[in-house]
């Protein structure tokens, strides 16, 4: 289950680039000396602007095309896969406590289960996030 976030950016040319700025996202932004570097950035910049927020929170995006720009600018949607994004960034394994019956604890090491593993695809099972 991906989780894409689409966000109109604008892109303002300027003498060393260009400065891109997402009007639904304040102090979102970023720059490139290409249009190809700031659009690679305003992917990077927009997934890590979003990653403090609830995934099924996210802030309310405008309509592109009601967007006001400036003559040397040009409005583009950027989107980011802040699920793949997470995944990429935020791995780091986490201590769980859980219980179990002793029975069934004696059964899965006796078949040396990796109950770390067991817990993780079942809780993306269950989520669907596969």
């Given at each position: 289950?991906?989780?894409?976030?689409?966000?109109?950016?604008?892109?303002?040319?300027?003498?060393?680039?260009?400065?891109?700025?997402?009007?639904?996202?304040?102090?979102?932004?970023?720059?490139?000396?290409?249009?190809?570097?700031?659009?690679?950035?305003?992917?990077?910049?927009?997934?890590?602007?979003?990653?403090?927020?609830?995934?099924?929170?996210?802030?309310?995006?405008?309509?592109?095309?009601?967007?006001?720009?400036?003559?040397?600018?040009?409005?583009?949607?950027?989107?980011?896969?802040?699920?793949?994004?997470?995944?990429?960034?935020?791995?780091?394994?986490?201590?769980?406590?859980?219980?179990?019956?002793?029975?069934?604890?004696?059964?899965?090491?006796?078949?040396n289960?990796?109950?770390?593993?067991i817990?993780?695809?079942?809780?993306?099972?269950?989520?669907?996030?596969q």
């Amino acid at each position: 289950m991906a989780k894409i976030a689409l966000y109109p950016a604008i892109f303002q040319k300027e003498e060393t680039g260009y400065f891109v700025k997402f009007p639904d996202l304040e102090g979102c932004v970023t720059q490139g000396e290409s249009i190809e570097e700031s659009i690679m950035k305003a992917h990077e910049v927009l997934a890590f602007y979003l990653d403090d927020f609830d995934l099924n929170n996210l802030p309310q995006a405008s309509d592109i095309t009601k967007i006001e720009i400036l003559d040397d600018s040009f409005p583009s949607i950027i989107s980011v896969d802040m699920l793949e994004y997470r995944k990429k960034h935020k791995n780091k394994a986490v201590k769980k406590t859980l219980s179990i019956p002793q029975w069934l604890n004696e059964i899965a090491l006796k078949e040396n289960l990796n109950f770390s593993q067991i817990l993780q695809d079942a809780i993306i099972e269950k989520l669907k996030l596969q």
